[in-house]
């Protein structure tokens, strides 16, 4: 009886250990927000969105899609760095993969429209 206690508790255990996997991959992300806000410059704007673009491109989170408010701040950054066009479209996308986002989204969009 003993044996059969100790080995049900020892695979609850094991079990207890197993990893799952993230819901989102975010990458680099806290580091090159961070060293985007401290520094502001240039290299710090094309590390962020090459790390936005390595978010959306490649999700291997359990959930596999873009991580809420990815797309609307990559968004905001692109008309902050004067691509409208795009900027619109990653904010649309925003709304289009997390509807609860449009009120907020919304605003933004106006005001950029003249």
């Given at each position: 009886?003993?044996?059969?206690?100790?080995?049900?508790?020892?695979?609850l255990?094991?079990?207890?250990?197993?990893?799952?996997?993230?819901?989102?991959?975010?990458?680099n992300?806290?580091?090159?927000?961070?060293?985007?806000?401290?520094?502001?410059?240039?290299?710090?704007?094309?590390?962020?969105?090459?790390?936005?673009?390595?978010?959306?491109?490649?999700?291997?989170?359990?959930?596999?899609?873009?991580?809420?408010?990815?797309?609307?701040?990559?968004?905001?950054?692109?008309?902050?760095?004067?691509?409208?066009?795009?900027?619109?479209?990653?904010?649309?996308?925003?709304?289009?993969?997390?509807?609860?986002?449009?009120?907020?989204?919304?605003?933004?969009?106006?005001?950029?429209?003249?």
């Open positions: 009886m003993k044996k059969i206690t100790f080995t049900i508790l020892a695979a255990c094991l079990a207890s250990c197993a990893t799952q996997r993230p819901l989102y991959s975010w990458y992300y806290n580091t090159t927000s961070y060293s985007y806000l401290k520094n502001a410059d240039e290299k710090s704007t094309q590390e962020l969105i090459e790390t936005y673009q390595k978010i959306i491109e490649k999700q291997k989170g359990s959930r596999n899609v873009v991580p809420p408010g990815i797309y609307a701040d990559y968004g905001f950054l692109l008309l902050q760095a004067n691509k409208p066009e795009e900027g619109k479209a990653m904010l649309l996308q925003e709304i289009a993969l997390y509807p609860e986002s449009k009120v907020f989204i919304d605003r933004i969009l106006k005001m950029i429209e003249p």
